[in-house]
């Protein structure tokens, strides 16, 4: 129903920055019926965790404690791309970076966690040097 396709992942050094991006396509009525997206990453031997999330209607955002100051999460007018733009990079931020997109509506709550969400990319990595 939905595809998303993750791209801008790389290395650099700590300190620097990179921006991720995250096309969605398929049907339209199902573009269309995406509610939220987020982001997600996962280092190895580790779980993965939700990153940042954004309500596709209303710009609310989610922002975990790790990456609060450094990421921003944005999208374009037409909410079919979604954007990370990372900052201050840190080795810790090490790891594959998943771009996630669901329907469904929760009054008053922004998902963020990787079993409230129903479409996934593929990754891309982004490797932070010392």
């Known amino acids: 129903q939905v595809q998303l396709v993750e791209s801008g992942g790389g290395s650099v050094q700590a300190g620097g920055s990179l921006r991720l991006s995250c096309s969605a396509s398929?049907?339209?009525?199902?573009?269309?019926?995406?509610?939220?997206m987020g982001w997600f990453r996962q280092a190895p031997g580790k779980e993965r965790e939700g990153v940042a999330a954004?309500?596709?209607?209303?710009?609310?955002?989610y922002y975990a404690d790790s990456v609060k100051g450094r990421f921003t999460i944005a999208q374009d007018k037409a909410k079919t791309t979604l954007y990370l733009q990372m900052d201050s990079l840190k080795p810790e931020d090490t790891a594959m970076y998943y771009c996630?997109?669901?329907?469904?509506?929760?009054?008053?709550?922004?998902?963020?966690?990787?079993?409230?969400?129903?479409?996934w990319g593929q990754g891309t990595q982004v490797t932070v040097s010392s």
């Open positions: 996630a997109a669901d329907f469904h509506v929760i009054p008053g709550y922004l998902p963020h966690r990787d079993f409230e969400y129903s479409f």
């Open positions: 954004i309500y596709t209607g209303g710009g609310t955002t």
């Open positions: 398929g049907y339209t009525y199902s573009i269309n019926y995406i509610n939220y």
